[in-house]
């Protein structure tokens, strides 16, 4: 802690015959925290051996130097190059971590918000964390949007929020009961017979509107505020097979 704060001081510190910058002595003392820990978790193991010895015969046989981590060797250009990588990756965090806090703020249409799905945040995480107040969509604004995907999922799925409220842990997106809460993202559709909405359970429905489903087209007779955990077949009070 001392070298720290003399090099944070003076912008560089002396180790023996060699000088090194704040930044390259903390690339150095960070290795030399894994050194540490592997050091010791190794002479923790060595003891162990010994304790389970029912002999000095046994005692002796033990190779004091297996298991040990390799000597720290490297030279300012390793620690340079090891720098300026964290500092990129530090500063493309950053970067993401912006855009996260601001991509809600650009009202994009659905289709160039799925092109940049990867900067909305994530349900329950920052940006998106639990307790936060989000708003529900107004004229031509869109909802505050987020990603999520269950264990079962390889990929996230773009919810968007139709209800004013607070994310709350037990309000799951993709669930029966949070179907009047969220609503999935898609690709704009004009719901024309001939470019009908892809269907997929939990979307709410327009009236005048086709939507499509296992190839089957759809004309839906009645607006709903919410979607169901159903299937179009199985909603006939709300669309009709053409």
């Given at each position: 802690m001392r070298l720290l704060e003399e090099a944070e001081h003076a912008g560089q510190i002396h180790l023996g015959n060699v000088t090194l910058s704040v930044g390259l002595f903390k690339v150095f003392a960070g290795k030399m925290s894994v050194y540490e820990r592997a050091l010791m978790e190794a002479i923790v193991t060595k003891y162990k051996e010994i304790e389970a010895c029912k002999s000095e015969e046994e005692v002796s046989k033990i190779d004091a130097t297996s298991g040990l981590p390799n000597m720290i060797r490297t030279t300012n250009e390793e620690l340079q190059a090891e720098l300026e990588e964290n500092e990129h990756n530090s500063a493309g965090i950053q970067a993401v971590s912006l855009a996260r806090s601001l991509v809600n703020d650009l009202?994009?249409?659905?289709?160039?918000?799925?092109?940049?799905?990867?900067?909305?945040?994530?349900?329950?995480?920052?940006?998106?964390?639990?307790?936060?107040?989000?708003?529900?969509?107004?004229?031509?604004?869109?909802?505050?949007?987020?990603?999520?995907?269950?264990?079962?999922?390889?990929?996230?799925?773009?919810?968007?929020?139709?209800?004013?409220?607070?994310?709350?842990?037990?309000?799951?997106?993709?669930?029966?009961?949070?179907?009047?809460?969220?609503?999935?993202?898609?690709?704009?559709?004009?719901?024309?017979?001939?470019?009908?909405?892809?269907?997929?359970?939990?979307m709410a429905f327009e009236e005048g509107k086709y939507y499509i489903q296992y190839g089957v087209t759809y004309l839906c007779i009645l607006t709903t505020a919410n979607g169901y955990p159903n299937d179009l077949a199985e909603l006939n009070t709300i669309v009709q097979p053409i």
């Open positions: 009202s994009l249409p659905a289709n160039k918000a799925l092109e940049m799905q990867v900067l909305y945040p994530v349900w329950g995480k920052e940006g998106a964390e639990f307790g936060k107040e989000v708003k529900a969509g107004k004229d031509s604004d869109p909802g505050f949007r987020f990603n999520h995907k269950t264990e079962e999922e390889t990929s996230y799925t773009l919810y968007e929020v139709i209800q004013d409220g607070i994310l709350q842990e037990n309000w799951v997106p993709g669930t029966y009961e949070t179907y009047s809460i969220y609503k999935v993202v898609d690709i704009d559709h004009s719901g024309t017979e001939e470019d009908p909405i892809p269907y997929r359970q939990g």
